[in-house]
């Protein structure tokens, strides 16, 4: 079955390092990878969608690679401040292309240390 | 724009008892979805509607959750009866529309969080 997996464990990182999450994926071809932010007690916010002949997609300071050969993506965050802490998801689109039938990874939770 | 409306937030209620969530999508947006999260996990899809069918409803268990939207607007998502492993966080989400010219973003309304005793 498609399966989803990211850190499980929680990163912590000082401020103004680099944050260097990971989604892997197994039993799939996405057309899309999406990454979401969600904190504590809200909804996800989408933050960067990559689609499969992308390799790399950036915005701001958070940067998204997609390697189809390895089933895998990075999302980075650059200059991490105290308020990039946050739980992050991935999702993929399980459907032929652009459906929005997402399946989610758990999230990795993000702590930045000021 | 006015984001995804839900209510309640928070409802506690015993087992085999009913429950009813109402969702409120951003005006305009032709797809709505239901996510259960249970604590810990990332959101599953329960059912997706494109106006007021239903595109897809795969893990919706039927016996005991069903959703409707009428008219193409607001939608509301029952659970009856309730079991213990149903208490989770349920999120409504929007999007313009789905389909292969374009990507449309999901926005998600804050969830309701159900606890079941």
Known sequence: SQKIEQNSEALNI????????????????????QWYRQDPGRGPVFLLLIRENEKEKRKERLKV?????????????????????????????????????????????????? | EAGVAQSPRYKIIEKRQSVAFWCNPISGHATLYWYQQILGQGPKLLIQFQNNGVVDDSQLPKDRFSAERLKGV????????AKLEDSAVYLCASSRRTGRSSYNEQFFGPGTRLTVL
């Open chain 1, 14 to 33: 000082q401020e103004g390092k680099t944050a260097t999450l990971t989604c892997n994926y197994t039993n799939y071809s996405p057309a899309y990878l």
């Open chain 1, 65 to 114: 690679t997609f390697d189809t050969t390895l089933k895998q993506s990075l999302f980075h965050i650059t200059a991490s401040q105290p308020a990039d802490s946050a739980t992050y998801l991935c999702a993929l689109d399980r459907g032929s292309g652009n459906t929005g039938k997402l399946i989610f990874g758990q999230g990795t939770t993000l702590q930045v240390k000021p």
């Open chain 2, 74 to 81: 607001d939608s509301t998502l029952k659970i009856q009866p």
